[in-house]
């Protein structure tokens, strides 16, 4: 039986699960009546959405002229944040399949998952989709791809993933065009793991492609980076439903039951041997590395333990979630947690809820920033109460992207505008046949957090699409932006910001304490400071408080005594008064914009 291992590139939107389902119907992978839209989809937010979150292995049967070819497809997220899996997932194929909206044309983030796959000497195999649409532009289309890849308009595939057209083609160009595995080089067991889930009877579950030897039920199998043994306890394939077989030889994809309930084992990209097998771990393994930082807290505090045990479950299917424990003031106890970007830290947030029926409280999202002490010490410090004040001698280093933006030409001013606004700016530029540009740009990663992606949709009528990398390291132009009420600090309220905004920053985050803040006995001052000095000031009126109206009648002289004594008391509280924030103004002012 011959082997086809290939994989999906394709923007969000851009049909990619529609088509997997009509493969699997052709194929009779799935049954007509077990038949439903993005099968491949297993969570409830993937379909809400419309949009990959988990990698999901399929295992397909194709017939050619009486000969059975076993068609592996592993259908991956296309979002940036996941571009490590996606990197290891391609790692597990020899092709892929290249799907551009015909409608729409090429979009930024099919752009670098496709440099992953070229640099991975991966076959490409151009498809355009939904060429059923009245305004599908599949000439236009195709004229971009041609040159994107350097190939022929024959290479091309027409597909419709809504009609089931062109599917059968699409299926016996797979069979020509992608090459099967290679041979083992070696007969010691290498597999490596592309992605993973967490069962309660079973423990984890590693999904996986072998490269070398052989695995079946009952072998002692080690990870290569945790050092971890275990027994498997079962081996199969997914189809899409999984399925027990005897074993898994070279070139196969498919799972291996572990029965480990411990986070931190498993971990994409790790490779799986044999225990008493020596031989070398398949190359690329690196750990998973947080960008974005949040707190979370319960708000309720009796929910703290479901809290911790909710994150655990979570990092059992997904290592690359890092968190610890942490304390607030006000808040309570909660979790410092790592995510790999925004749509990473949604989506977990999002789980968190709806799995687990909590309700919770997350702050605004900060980045780690490189700090170089004056006695050489070097430390990552991504919580704004431990960074550096104003005058020390400190070298601070901030993360930068490099990133590619695809929109049409008439907006390129808008996005000129919105760039410096970001302190981003482009590198080099290239203009499409059909009139779009594609920006190539650089920014730091704090900014890009800054609403960035939302502020770019805005300024083009959601025509531009964005992909961007982590870049290097690089001199920081950040300051401590410090909130005072009542003339003390407030850590909680304390962040980092670029020195360019940061007496927009200043006044916008005192005129929401301003309005958040419930009046006191006393005028209160609410002010930001920045660099040692007051950038911003707001004055909160005192409360007024009628102390004569128990009063009737009589001499005046009673009134004026009453109301000398609130003026002194004022007085007095106005130099000696504490001012007790409470804890819905924490929540209104640390919560995530």
């Not at 290939?6 to 009546?33: N, P, Q, W, Y």
């Not at 551009?100 to 979009?107: A, E, L, R, V, Y």
């Not at 496709?114 to 991975?120: E, N, P, T, V």
């Not at 911003?536 to 408080?545: F, G, H, M």
Request: hydrophobic share 40%; net charge negative.
């Amino acid at each position: 039986m011959q082997i086809r291992n290939f994989s999906i590139i394709a923007h969000i939107d851009h049909g990619k699960s529609t088509l997997a389902d009509r493969m699997l119907e052709v194929t009779k992978t799935v049954e007509t009546r077990k038949m439903k839209e993005q099968v491949l989809d297993s969570m409830d937010l993937e379909r809400e959405r419309g949009i990959t979150i988990k990698m999901q292995p399929v295992r397909m049967e194709y017939f050619y002229e009486g000969e059975k070819f076993e068609f592996n497809l592993i259908d991956t997220p296309g979002h940036i944040d996941f571009s490590y899996e996606v990197s290891r997932a391609l790692k597990a194929v020899e092709g892929v399949l290249l799907l551009i909206d015909s409608t729409q044309g090429i979009q930024a983030q099919t752009l670098t998952t496709l440099q992953m796959a070229k640099d991975l000497g991966l076959t490409i195999i151009p498809v355009l989709t939904k060429t059923d649409v009245d305004h599908s532009r599949p000439d236009e289309v195709g004229e971009e791809v041609m040159r994107l890849l350097d190939c022929t308009k024959e290479d091309m595939l027409l597909v419709s993933g809504k009609t089931g057209a062109g599917v059968p083609e699409l299926l016996e160009a797979i069979r020509l065009r992608i090459p099967p595995p290679r041979p083992s080089s070696q007969e010691a067991y290498r597999g490596l793991i592309f992605d993973f889930q967490y069962s309660n009877h079973r423990g984890i579950i590693v999904f996986l492609r072998v490269f070398d030897g052989e695995v079946k039920k009952g072998d002692v199998l080690k990870f290569a980076a945790s050092k971890r043994t275990f027994t498997a306890l079962e081996v199969g394939i997914v189809k899409p439903e999984e399925m027990p077989v005897e074993s898994l030889s070279a070139g196969e994809i498919g799972y291996v039951v572990t029965g480990i309930k411990e986070p931190g084992v498993a971990g994409v990209g790790d490779t799986l041997m044999k225990d008493k097998e020596s031989s070398e771990p398949l190359s690329g393994y690196q750990q998973a590395r947080p960008v974005v930082w949040s707190s979370i807290f319960p708000e309720n505090q009796d929910d703290f333990t479901q809290l911790r045990q909710a994150l655990d479950r979570l990092q059992l299917s997904d290592s690359s979630l890092s968190y610890e424990e942490e304390s607030s003031g006000v808040l309570g106890r909660g979790f410092r947690c790592g995510f790999l970007g925004m749509l990473h830290m949604e989506i977990i947030t999002e789980r968190l809820r709806r799995e687990f029926n909590l309700e919770i409280i997350i702050t605004s999202p900060s980045i780690s920033y490189e700090v170089t002490w004056p006695d050489g010490k070097v430390e990552s410090i991504y919580a704004a109460n431990r960074f550096p004040e104003h005058g020390s001698n400190v070298t601070v280093r901030e993360p930068w992207i490099l990133g590619q933006i695809i929109l049409p030409g008439e907006y390129i001013g808008n996005i000129m505008t919105l760039l410096y606004e970001h302190e981003g700016s482009v590198i080099d530029t290239e203009v499409f046949s059909d009139g779009r540009t594609l920006l190539s740009i650089e920014m730091p990663l704090r900014e890009l957090m800054r609403g960035f992606f939302d502020r770019l949709k805005n300024a083009s009528s959601g025509y531009a699409s964005l992909s961007y990398e982590i870049a290097e390291l690089r001199d920081a132009t950040v300051t401590k932006l410090d909130v005072l009420v009542a003339e003390d600090i407030v850590p909680a309220f304390s962040r980092v910001v670029g020195v360019m905004r940061a007496e927009t920053d200043a006044k916008a985050i005192t005129e929401k304490l301003y309005n958040t803040l419930p009046r006191q006995q006393f005028p209160v001052k609410v002010q930001a400071k920045i660099m040692g000095k007051i950038i911003a000031t707001k004055k909160i009126s005192a409360v007024r408080k009628d102390v004569t109206a128990h009063l009737y009648g009589g001499d005046v002289s009673r009134k004026n005594k009453l109301r000398d004594k609130q003026k002194k008391g004022k007085a007095k509280a106005l130099e000696y008064g504490k001012v007790h924030i409470p804890s819905e103004v924490f929540m209104k002012m640390m919560k995530g914009d």
